[in-house]
């Protein structure tokens, strides 16, 4: 029986770190945005894939404030 706590998910504060880059530019590199070089657009996405890191739904439903989300309520 293993007593290691489960393993969180990386953040985008691990990419960037992995990355060697700031939180700013893994962010412009997903979403398309910013002005980035290739290369490094190239290795923050080879930085998440690495690490298996994707953008958090939930998170992303705070910043736009929208859940795209439709409520059915039976009873």
């Given at each position: 029986?293993?007593?290691?706590?489960?393993?969180?998910?990386?953040?985008?504060?691990?990419?960037?770190?992995a990355a060697n880059c700031s939180i700013a530019t893994v962010s412009?590199?997903?979403?398309?945005?910013?002005?980035i070089g290739k290369a490094t657009r190239k290795?923050?996405?080879?930085?998440?894939?690495?690490?298996?890191?994707?953008?958090?739904?939930?998170?992303r439903n705070l910043r736009s404030q929208k859940t795209e989300t439709i409520g059915i309520?039976?009873?």
């Open positions: 029986m293993s007593t290691e706590p489960p393993a969180r998910p990386p953040t985008i504060r691990d990419v960037a770190r412009c590199a997903l979403n398309g945005r910013g002005r290795r923050v996405r080879e930085t998440c894939k690495e690490l298996g890191y994707f953008p958090s739904a939930a998170g309520l039976f009873y």
